[in-house]
């Protein structure tokens, strides 16, 4: 007989904590305790101290700071508006690139890979991953700028009609290095992260509902969009959403290929700059207070920014799923 | 209209399509990491030679090697994971051990998330602003605290998740045959957990080992060999950003050199662990 004490304890998987002691027992806890606060007080510091740290940029420039596109150390006038967009349009591109590559990755590597392939093409994904930003950027501008200037940006720029809109678009230097090139060495930045997610969401699919599906008489596409993804939602949106988050903060790798311009980026081969290379670029030069000051609430900015896409992407793919 | 096969056929284009997309999404991941690959050694190899490992980073146009900028990053990661093991394994202990559901325990797991992928630059912005203006100087130490606080998250997670896949009839165990708690953790579940907990260090170390922004205005550079760590310290991610950008050749070459020993040491770093993680205690 089931009584409704059992079921409700088998419902909460929580095992049963074992007695507390005193003496070392309390000593342990309270120094496991002091180091996960720790980490709790790192991240109330990093807030505090930059929103201290850029007080002093939002007093002089008030709200304009976030409207104005002009940022001249010359003069002392810092806008951050500029960066601020070239932030947002690397990373939304960024996004739509890898998105639909990344999907398709998982995809492959659950549904379709065979079985003696998998783990070789699960290891290189994951490799992809951890290749050091500042490689992205040295590869980048030394060997896919070039090759990106050549191949696709001077047809381009030459098969466009003179005057129209996308000329206007395609405007400028090229040489490889500007908006589009960044968003495409992020995209692949970002995609294996968003794949790997989406390979271990995808695994979490109970095999009956795929099984059925297939037992319909649907054929794998039908599957993935009407069984599978349906199925991972909300977790995938989270994946995506924590891959937005690495694009946005993303340093080295942007700093190399961006082309370190100020002001508001009006064609996708413009250069332009992220709230992360304007930082690296010029924080450990700036000497003025202001200077370094309007730097520091660049990054108050772009921590705002990224905690936002961060917090919403943990809440949405929950636990169960490393990341 | 042809109704009857009409479908069938756009059932079996939409498939074809689809499934020649996976395979091209997939190729071009691969591609890529290939091609970065080729390039870090086609690049790379011609400047590796002993002068590497021996000389420190040179003025332009004359001869030298990495040993100032490699000795300085191996002394920042060590500092750093030191620190970073602590606060990890303890934090993560905590979390599995201690706090299981409380209120505090799921704020700290969320915060701990958030800071494992929080743009690793403003660590650094952080790191200079309670370090280095203070004391009026960059230092190694200065970026090994920053380091540190990149590693410490993913440990914590890491360890966290291990411990929880430790089975409760050890534990039970432990306390049955009268071990306090610190004890059944130390020696029974840590121990249980070890190679779990070797891999979450080992991937933390992979990812610091590459991390250039949050060094750039906390250890600086240097040009010489100097074990000083309260001086600003030479490191291989600030060299290789500041010789790849540079309009010198040889400086470069040295970049190249540099980027390919980093590759190359992250990318062996995360096998190892990947193969540690695939061993039976951990699943």
Not at chain 1, 303 to 318: C, D, K, N
């Amino acid at each position: 007989m089931t009584t409704a004490a059992d079921v409700s304890a088998a419902d909460v998987p929580t095992p049963p904590r074992i007695a507390r002691g005193t003496g070392l027992d309390r000593a342990f806890e309270i120094l496991c305790f002091s180091a996960a606060t720790f980490l709790l007080t790192a991240l109330g510091g990093i807030v505090i101290s930059l929103a201290i740290g850029g007080w002093p940029a939002f007093e002089a420039f008030g709200f304009g700071f976030f409207t104005s596109s002009n940022w001249d150390p010359v003069q002392e006038i810092y806008g951050a508006a500029g960066a601020v967009t070239g932030t947002l349009v690397t990373a939304t591109l960024a996004l739509l690139f890898a998105l639909p590559l990344a999907f398709g990755i998982a995809i492959f590597l659950v549904e379709l890979c065979p079985p003696i392939l998998r783990r070789t093409i699960g290891t290189a994904v994951e490799l992809l991953a951890g290749i050091p930003s500042i490689v992205y950027g040295m590869w980048g501008l030394f060997v896919f700028a070039p090759w990106f200037a050549k191949h696709v940006q001077m047809p381009i720029m030459m098969s466009v009609e003179p005057g129209s809109f996308w000329e206007k678009i395609t405007a400028g230097v090229p040489n490889g290095a500007g908006i589009l090139s960044a968003s495409i060495i992020l995209a692949i930045m970002i995609l294996p992260f968003i794949a790997a997610t989406t390979r271990e969401l995808l695994l979490t699919i109970p095999p009956q509902v795929r099984e059925s599906a297939y037992g319909l008489g649907s054929t794998t596409f039908e599957v993935i969009t009407k069984v599978s993804l349906p199925y991972i939602r909300t977790g995938a949106i989270g994946a995506v959403m924590l891959g937005l988050g690495r694009a946005l903060g993303e340093t080295m790798a942007v700093t190399f290929i961006i082309g370190n311009s100020h002001g508001f980026p009006t064609s996708i081969f413009a250069s332009g700059s992220t709230i992360a290379s304007t930082i690296a670029n010029e924080f450990a030069e700036a000497t003025d207070r202001l200077h370094s000051a309007s730097l520091i609430a660049l990054g108050l900015v772009l921590f705002v920014i990224t905690f936002a896409v961060l917090a919403l992407a943990r809440l949405l793919i929950g636990r169960q799923v490393h990341a | 209209m042809t109704v009857a096969t009409g479908p069938r056929l756009s059932r079996r284009i939409s498939e074809g399509v689809f499934l020649v997309f996976c395979w091209i999404a997939t190729l071009v991941a691969v591609l890529a990491l290939a091609a970065i690959l080729w390039s870090l050694l086609s690049q790379g190899i011609g400047g590796l030679d002993l002068n590497i490992f021996t000389k420190s980073t040179p003025a332009p146009g004359s001869e030298g090697g990495l040993l100032n900028a490699i000795l300085g990053s191996l002394m920042m990661c060590a500092v750093a994971m030191v620190a970073a093991v602590i606060v990890g394994i303890l934090a993560g202990t905590w979390l599995s051990e201690f706090a299981r559901d409380s209120y505090y325990g799921k704020v700290i797991r969320f915060l701990n998330d958030v800071l494992l992928s929080a743009p690793s630059i403003l660590v650094g912005l952080f790191v200079y602003y309670i370090l280095v203006a203070p004391l009026k100087g960059f230092s190694g130490f200065a970026g090994a605290v920053a380091l540190a606080l990149i590693a410490a998250p993913v440990i914590t997670r890491t360890t966290e998740d291990v411990l929880r896949l430790q089975p409760v009839a050890l534990r039970e165990a432990s306390v049955a045959l009268g071990a306090p708690m610190w004890r059944t953790i130390l020696a029974v579940i840590w121990k249980a957990a070890r190679a779990g907990m070797l891999t979450g260090a080992l991937l933390a170390f992979a990812r610091i080992s590459g991390e250039t922004a949050p060094l750039l205005f906390t250890a600086l550079n240097n040009q010489f060999l100097s074990l000083d760590l309260t001086k600003p310290t030479a490191n291989l991610p600030v060299v290789i950003f500041n010789f790849a950008l540079s309009a010198y050749d040889d400086w470069r070459r040295l970049a190249w050199a540099g980027a390919m020993l980093i590759a190359a040491t992250v990318l062996t770093v995360t096998v190892v662990a990947r193969i540690l993680a695939r061993e039976p205690n951990r699943s």
